[in-house]
């Protein structure tokens, strides 16, 4: 059994996004429109209050922060202070962006998810180092965890409502993908995949919303080969960081339990840490 411990006393309503870089995780909370990082070597915590929900965020190499705000991709300075971007989205008030991740030449990729449950109005976008975006996806319900594999040719992807872990190949030069495969089929857990990252040894681990925890998947054989329970049923994302890399850091969300729900997992909404006996892999800065 894994010890999964809460960090920090901040509670999200909708934690996501988590991402490890320069010795703080940071994440957000979609839903009170917060952006929060925490510094575990000086024991310290921050919080920023933004105008729009952000679904996710990344470092810059240039400083600051590149976020997938629910209307676009914006620039994020420490003060808060936000500079758009690039709304593709601008003429569908029924999506929201959501999750997102840098690839390893440093873009952004996010995509948007249907603000109820409309299915295929949504899209996956990759934001270049010139700050131009491009249609990656479409037909896309609720575009949630991405990831790479260590030499760069693989995309992982998840879009919630389809319950599998699709792989596409990659182009590192220019951002393509193609050839769309299925790797691991979730339809029969409990619970529905969310965000995901890739440890060292090429293993997927993927948060279970409404499924108490995070499984880890092999995607060269599609079997799951680790459970992480978590005390919190709305797992949404997860991360490694620490000195090593050997941390998984975990987000979780209370948004839409029942009062009797929250007396049961009094812990949900917070950020879980715990050790999984594996590496992962660092982030990626916004080249642009």
């Given at each position: 059994?894994?010890?999964?411990?809460?960090?920090?006393?901040?509670?999200?309503?909708?934690?996501?996004?988590?991402?490890?870089?320069d010795?703080?995780?940071?994440?957000?909370?979609?839903?009170?429109?917060?952006?929060?990082?925490?510094?575990?070597?000086?024991?310290?915590?921050?919080?920023?209050?933004?105008?729009?929900?952000v679904?996710?965020?990344?470092?810059?190499?240039?400083?600051?922060?590149?976020?997938?705000?629910?209307?676009?991709?914006?620039?994020?300075?420490?003060?808060?202070?936000?500079?758009?971007?690039?709304?593709?989205?601008?003429?569908?008030?029924?999506?929201r962006?959501?999750?997102?991740?840098?690839?390893?030449?440093?873009?952004?990729?996010?995509?948007?998810?249907?603000?109820?449950?409309?299915?295929?109005?949504?899209?996956?976008?990759?934001?270049?180092?010139?700050g131009?975006?491009?249609?990656?996806?479409?037909?896309?319900?609720?575009?949630?965890?991405?990831?790479?594999?260590?030499?760069?040719?693989?995309?992982?992807?998840?879009?919630?409502?389809?319950?599998?872990?699709?792989?596409?190949?990659?182009?590192?030069?220019?951002?393509?993908?193609?050839?769309?495969?299925?790797?691991?089929d979730?339809?029969?857990?409990?619970?529905?995949?969310?965000?995901?990252?890739?440890?060292?040894?090429g293993?997927?681990?993927?948060?279970?919303?409404?499924?108490?925890?995070?499984?880890?998947?092999?995607?060269?054989?599609?079997?799951?080969?680790?459970?992480?329970?978590?005390?919190?049923?709305?797992?949404?994302?997860c991360?490694?960081?620490?000195?090593?890399?050997?941390?998984?850091?975990?987000?979780?969300?209370?948004?839409?339990?029942?009062?009797?729900?929250?007396?049961?997992?009094?812990?949900a909404?917070?950020?879980?840490?715990?050790?999984?006996?594996?590496?992962?892999?660092?982030?990626?800065?916004?080249a642009?």
């Amino acid at each position: 059994m894994y010890q999964v411990d809460a960090v920090t006393g901040i509670v999200s309503t909708l934690g996501e996004g988590p991402v490890w870089y320069d010795g703080t995780l940071h994440w957000v909370d979609i839903a009170e429109k917060r952006v929060h990082g925490y510094n575990p070597g000086r024991a310290e915590w921050s919080s920023l209050q933004l105008p729009k929900m952000v679904g996710a965020l990344v470092p810059r190499e240039k400083g600051g922060w590149v976020i997938a705000q629910e209307t676009g991709f914006a620039f994020l300075d420490a003060h808060g202070r936000v500079e758009h971007i690039a709304d593709p989205e601008s003429h569908e008030p029924r999506t929201r962006f959501n999750d997102g991740k840098c690839d390893p030449r440093g873009r952004f990729w996010a995509g948007t998810m249907a603000r109820n449950s409309e299915r295929g109005i949504a899209a996956l976008y990759m934001l270049d180092v010139h700050g131009r975006v491009h249609v990656r996806l479409t037909g896309v319900s609720c575009s949630n965890g991405l990831c790479w594999s260590s030499d760069g040719t693989v995309m992982y992807y998840i879009d919630t409502p389809l319950r599998r872990v699709d792989a596409f190949d990659f182009d590192p030069e220019t951002g393509a993908i193609a050839n769309c495969r299925t790797v691991i089929d979730l339809e029969g857990e409990i619970g529905i995949p969310d965000g995901m990252t890739i440890d060292s040894e090429g293993n997927l681990w993927i948060a279970l919303w409404n499924g108490g925890c995070v499984i880890c998947c092999d995607p060269r054989t599609g079997t799951v080969v680790e459970r992480v329970p978590v005390p919190a049923s709305r797992v949404t994302s997860c991360t490694f960081g620490g000195e090593d890399l050997g941390d998984l850091y975990i987000t979780t969300a209370r948004i839409g339990l029942t009062d009797e729900e929250l007396a049961e997992q009094p812990l949900a909404g917070r950020l879980f840490r715990t050790r999984v006996g594996v590496r992962g892999t660092p982030a990626v800065a916004y080249a642009g």
